[in-house]
């Protein structure tokens, strides 16, 4: 046939969409155009291909091939287009059972030896092509294990060209190569989970991080050095429920993108800890070619850690404001736009001043008055008024070592977690939502299980002279059915609504 078609997939920020890739052979001058907005990498499939198709015994014809990417206006990007290119050419000219190339998708990179070579983004390429209606998709030897995550749907796993041009009916010579395989990865093992025992004197902080995890609240500690900030931090996760499999796969999906190995759906919250000097662009993902998914998606569907928030860019952590309120990110370039989820739990660790001295009992603070101003500056009111739970902690005493005993563990805290948001999802049955830190303020304050006036009149006291802005007004409801969750109760109290007004602001009843 002189026309042939394929499918492949583009890749436009964590979705996938359908590529049909088209073959035309043509009696013109012998060239090899592909057309269709291609970027540099993929225009140079034309040598990979040619080479890759010599070296399997299954040579181009002699003739103009023109392959064309549609749509065309959808820009494509990498060379996991490689494989679909190089199958729908030969296609042209080779025997091959039409219905077969024209039904499967093609993933993968060309080696110019033939052999196919791994692609970051296989998931989400796979899960793109299933909810398109195809059945089979063939991928490079490597990402097998990846791709066979998507139910429902045929993945064959192909060592070289020659290999698929023989499952589609051409008569060609299998060479019995080795395949190419991903190097191996260290973070496939499973981290080590700290117990929330360890944490020694902290008991209102400890209680807080479980209400924070009860209704996937954002926190922010502030505390001298070694109060144990980053280390209640890392226990986070560990009391966190498992990963439902819409969760796991959107998870293992933005890794996937990021180029790690996924070989199976981790059901562990990911815990994303980026270090203080990083960048916008590594905070909520970008590429001047290939958009990448930053550290705000890769904490999808779990924790976002900043330590020393107060040493990262005022503008860094302010890219955080439309991320917190809307849980997705759109990255624009000039080429294209790509969204990436970012339905994260923040989690912030500051200490009072650059030294960390101030305002501590027994400590000396040598900073001047403009240079801690600056300091906690960056913490912008915006930014603190999206977060629902403000802690202050103090170094512990010796007598606090003494009364460590009976300390909440991770296993115990993980259960009344677990328990709390049972009855959030039930009390949220027939919502769009899932947790109480999802739920619209309109909802909370007008909806059917709004709280009565005289249960209201602190936090309308607060909203009246200005300690709480409306958002704020919101949150700490929220915070307050975390906290009715965990008791348990079936409705809002006085008492809910004073202490989360205190882990809010501070303030007392």
């Known amino acids: 046939m002189s026309v042939a078609r394929t499918w492949a997939i ?128 063939i991928v490079p030897w490597a990402n097998r294990d990846e791709a066979r995550l998507v139910d429902g749907i045929e993945v064959i796993a192909a060592v070289n060209l020659a290999q698929v041009a023989a499952w589609h009916g051409a008569d060609v010579l299998v060479p019995d190569d080795e395949p190419v395989e991903l190097p191996d990865d260290d973070d496939l093992a499973q981290p080590e ?13 400890v209680d807080a991080l479980v209400v924070a995890a009860a209704g996937g609240h954002h926190l922010l500690m502030c505390g001298p050095p070694g109060a144990g900030k980053t280390m209640l931090a890392r226990r986070l996760p560990g009391i966190l ?113 650059p030294c960390g001295d101030y305002g501590i009992r027994g400590g000396t603070c040598t900073c001047p008055p403009a240079a801690i101003r600056r300091y906690l500056g960056r913490l912008s009111g915006p930014l603190l008024d999206r977060i629902d739970i403000e802690l202050t902690l103090a170094r512990v005493s010796v007598a606090q070592r003494e009364q460590a005993a009976g300390t909440l563990t991770t296993e115990t805290a993980r259960l009344r977690v677990a328990e709390a948001r049972r009855r959030a999802a039930q009390r949220l049955a027939g919502t769009p939502w899932r947790v109480n830190a999802e739920v619209s303020g309109a909802w909370l304050r007008d909806g059917p299980q709004a709280p009565p006036p005289l249960v209201r009149r602190p936090l309308d006291a607060a909203l009246h002279r200005g300690a709480l802005t409306l958002r704020g007004y919101d949150r700490v409801l929220r915070v307050a059915w975390s906290l009715a969750d965990l008791e348990p109760s079936p409705q809002l109290g006085t008492e809910h609504i004073g202490r989360a007004l205190y882990l809010k602001k501070g303030i007392a009843l």
């Open 193 to 205: 989970r700290p117990d929330l025992a360890d944490v020694i004197g902290q008991r209102e902080a």
């Open 10 to 137: 583009a890749l436009v920020g964590a979705e996938g969409e359908r590529v049909e890739v088209e073959a035309d052979l043509s009696n013109q001058t012998p060239d090899f155009k592909i057309i269709g907005l291609p970027d540099k990498a993929l225009a140079e499939a034309v040598q990979r291909v040619h080479n890759a198709c010599a070296n399997s015994g299954m040579s181009l014809p002699r003739r103009r091939l023109t392959v064309n990417l549609s749509p065309a206006s959808l820009p494509k990007q990498g060379s996991g287009f490689d494989l679909a290119i190089a199958v729908a050419a030969l296609a042209t000219e080779l025997p091959m059972d039409a219905a077969s190339v024209a039904s499967a998708v093609h993933l993968g990179e060309l080696g110019l030896d033939g052999r196919l070579r791994p692609i970051p983004g296989i998931l989400p390429a796979v899960v793109a092509a299933a909810r398109g209606g195809h059945r089979t998709v």
């Open 241 to 353: 429920p498992e990963l439902d499999d819409r969760a796991a796969l959107t998870s293992a999906s933005i890794r996937s993108l990021s180029g790690a190995r996924v070989v199976e759906l981790s059901r562990t919250p990911p815990f994303e800890a980026p270090h203080h000097s990083a960048s916008v662009a590594a905070l909520v993902g970008g590429g001047s070619r290939t958009v990448r998914p930053g550290a705000i998606a890769r904490a999808t569907e779990g924790i976002l850690f900043l330590d020393e928030a107060g040493e990262f860019q005022a503008s860094a952590l302010d890219a955080l404001r439309q991320p917190l309120e809307n849980g997705s990110i759109t990255i624009h370039r000039a080429s294209a736009s790509a969204e990436f989820p970012a339905r994260f739990q923040l989690v912030m660790a500051t200490n009072p001043c």
